[in-house]
Structures are given as C-alpha cells and as structure tokens.
C-alpha cells in the first residue's frame, strides 16, 4: 500500500520558518520525482515545488523561490520542504507528491500519489 505521510505543520509568525517531512513507503520512492503542491480555503491546489529522483533538478512556484528548498534523502524514502521568511499568504494545507512526469512542473492530474496533507498557518 503506498503511502506519503507528511509532518512538521503547524503555526509560526510571518518571518518564521517550519521544514515538512514526508515519509514515503509502499513503492520505490527512488524511480518517482518527489513535491509539493498546497491548497489554501477557496483556492485551487497549487504546484509549490519539485525534485527529480536524483536530486539532480529541481522546480519551485514563483512565488516560494529564494524562501523555500526542497531536497531528499533517498536512503530514508524522505522529502523535505524547508520554508524560510513565512508570509501569510504561504497558510494553506501543504501536500506531498510523488509523480513519473518528464515535465518540471507537472500539473494536478499528473500526479501519481499524493499525501494526506499538513496544514501551515503563518500568523501576521
């Protein structure tokens, strides 16, 4: 059964960091790039960021660029998401994906396997 288990939500000050952890089993998280897309109340589930299998590439939102770093740990079937300089407009639920797109930023239906998600609150 795959499995993409985020942690590391929660609530911080604009200005403020928080790193997400997403924990995944069940498949060979090796062969798959590994993101992050999140989805604030009313609004669509966004592309945040992604790395390739390697490590070797990866993509961020426009609007996290030079803030956040995505990275992973293969030998833990481990993605991160460090999230530095939180505004409130970064509050949404963040989720954790896994996908074998060739594209940089696949979209939404793309997206092989996703996580429960996390919520991140960033308070003004």
């Known amino acids: 059964q795959v499995q993409l288990v985020e942690s590391g939500g929660g609530l911080v000050q604009a200005g403020g960091s928080l790193r997400l952890s997403c924990a995944a089993s069940g498949f060979t998280s090796n062969y798959y790039a590994m993101g992050w897309f999140r989805q604030a109340p009313g609004k669509e589930r966004d592309f945040v960021a992604r790395i390739t299998w390697s490590g070797g590439s990866t993509t961020y939102a426009d609007s996290v660029k030079g803030r956040f770093t995505i990275s992973r740990d293969n030998a833990k079937n481990t993605v991160y998401l460090q999230m530095n300089s939180l505004k409130p407009e970064d509050t949404a639920v963040y989720y954790c994906?896994?996908?074998?797109?060739?594209?940089?930023?696949?979209?939404?239906?793309?997206?092989?396997?996703w996580g429960q998600g996390a919520q991140v609150t960033v308070s003004s």
């Open positions: 994906t896994a996908d074998r797109q060739p594209l940089l930023r696949p979209g939404v239906k793309y997206i092989d396997y």
